[in-house]
């Protein structure tokens, strides 16, 4: 299975770029990226994906790599409430072809100084 | 407005007993998951369901049980064989499986058993 890394912790000021770093160095050709942040005591919520292409939303932006091996979330003005546990995560298609788990690791925690 | 609910917020057990946990979703999806939250750490698969009558164990189902006879309905019974069931339960659910269509979550159920 195709496995991130991301550092546990990160720290920003308010209304500050955010550049949120994930390595997949062993992705396949057909993984997509996927972002969801997790604010505390409430369930995750999707952020953005892409699949080779910088994508953009309301939210953020996610700068893929022209290897795929990594990828990075942006923010482009931190706020008080971007303050989240922030969650790379890499399609999981296991064998038989029409499962989809999602796989969630540790994430990082980003904090945002007022 | 459309979502997941999960029912209750908090959950006390004595070890021992069996507990459901209820997690319901109107937003017309077929795919639904259970996820287990230890603190600080990501979140594990438990079970999941592609469409209605059909569920596959994640990756840590031993000790849970799962039924999917409706489709908006994917209850989560923690039995006594799960030897560490206190947790933050999360449900949430996709528009089908196979998509990128992203993962909607509740606001989770935290159990605790003494």
């Known amino acids: 299975d195709a496995k991130t890394t991301q550092p546990n912790s990160m720290e920003s000021n308010e209304e500050e770029p955010v550049h949120l770093p994930c390595n997949h160095s062993?992705?396949?050709?057909?993984?997509?990226i996927h972002w969801y942040r997790q604010l505390p005591s409430q369930g995750p919520e999707y952020v953005i994906h892409?699949?080779?292409s910088n994508v953009n939303n309301r939210m953020a932006s996610l700068a893929i790599a022209e290897d795929r091996k990594s990828s990075t979330l942006i923010l482009h003005r931190a706020t008080l409430r971007d303050a989240a546990v922030y969650y790379c995560i890499l399609r999981d298609v296991t064998s038989g072809g029409s499962n989809y788990k999602l796989t969630f690791g540790k994430g990082t925690l980003l904090t945002v100084n007022p | 407005d459309g979502g997941i609910t999960q029912s209750p917020k908090y959950l006390f057990r004595k070890e021992g007993q069996n507990v459901t946990l209820s997690c319901e979703q109107n937003?017309?999806?077929?795919?639904m998951y259970w996820y287990r939250q230890d603190p600080g750490q990501g979140l594990r698969l438990i079970y999941y369901?592609?469409?209605?009558?059909?569920?596959q164990k994640g990756d840590i189902a031993e000790g849970y049980s799962v039924s999917r006879e409706k489709k908006e309905s994917f209850p989560l019974t923690v039995t006594s064989a799960q030897k560490n069931p206190t947790a933050f339960y999360l449900c949430a659910s996709k528009k089908w499986a196979g998509d990128n269509s992203p993962l909607h979550f509740g606001n989770g159920t935290r159990l605790t058993v003494t």
């Open positions: 892409g699949l080779t």
């Open positions: 369901s592609q469409i209605v009558n059909d569920f």
């Open positions: 062993t992705i396949s050709g057909t993984d997509y």
């Open positions: 937003l017309n999806h077929d795919a």
